[in-house]
């Protein structure tokens, strides 16, 4: 199995997005500064980078879904979630429980703001991801 960012937890809440999990398959040993990098999916030049809290191999992240609103919005966007040091871009998601085909399975609340919903997803994968709908596309906003 490829190294990855584990999801322990998903708090979507208070405008908040808050991950915490731990790092699978790779020796942490760089005392360097660890990010939650959100890539949206349809522009991946488009990175958002949040503080990492890491403890050992525990990591502790989060984010602002207002920062998930775009100039340029599109019915559905989704957004791509990676821990980072620089180097390694490990990318979250569960992959170590039992559970599989999370995304018919695990649903999680979504979250309103100014004409966007939001809401963490399992995808085929069992990646996670951000899914940001518009106003009138399916987002009862």
């Given at each position: 199995?490829?190294?990855?960012?584990?999801?322990?937890?998903?708090?979507?809440?208070?405008?908040?997005?808050?991950?915490?999990?731990?790092?699978?398959g790779l020796t942490v040993t760089t005392t360097g500064?660890?990010?939650?990098?959100?890539?949206?999916?349809?522009?991946?030049?488009q990175r958002l980078r949040y503080p990492a809290r890491?403890?050992?191999?525990?990591?502790?992240?989060?984010?602002?879904?207002?920062?998930?609103?775009?100039?340029?919005?599109?019915?559905?966007?989704?957004?791509?979630?990676?821990?980072?040091?620089?180097?390694?871009?490990?990318?979250?998601?569960?992959?170590?429980?039992?559970?599989?085909?999370?995304?018919?399975?695990?649903?999680?609340p979504e979250q309103r703001i100014e004409g966007l919903?939001?809401?963490?997803?399992?995808?085929?994968?069992?990646?996670?991801?951000?899914?940001?709908?518009?106003?009138?596309?399916?987002?009862?906003?």
């Open positions: 199995m490829k190294p990855h960012a584990e999801i322990a937890e998903v708090w979507p809440r208070d405008g908040r997005v808050r991950l915490t999990g731990r790092l699978h500064a660890w990010e939650l990098l959100v890539t949206r999916r349809s522009h991946p030049e890491l403890t050992d191999d525990r990591f502790e992240a989060g984010l602002p879904i207002a920062d998930l609103v775009t100039e340029d919005p599109a019915a559905l966007e989704e957004w791509d979630l990676h821990l980072t040091d620089g180097t390694a871009e490990l990318r979250a998601g569960r992959q170590l429980d039992d559970i599989r085909g999370k995304k018919k399975i695990m649903v999680f919903s939001v809401r963490p997803y399992y995808t085929v994968k069992d990646n996670l991801s951000l899914e940001c709908r518009t106003a009138g596309n399916g987002a009862a906003v």
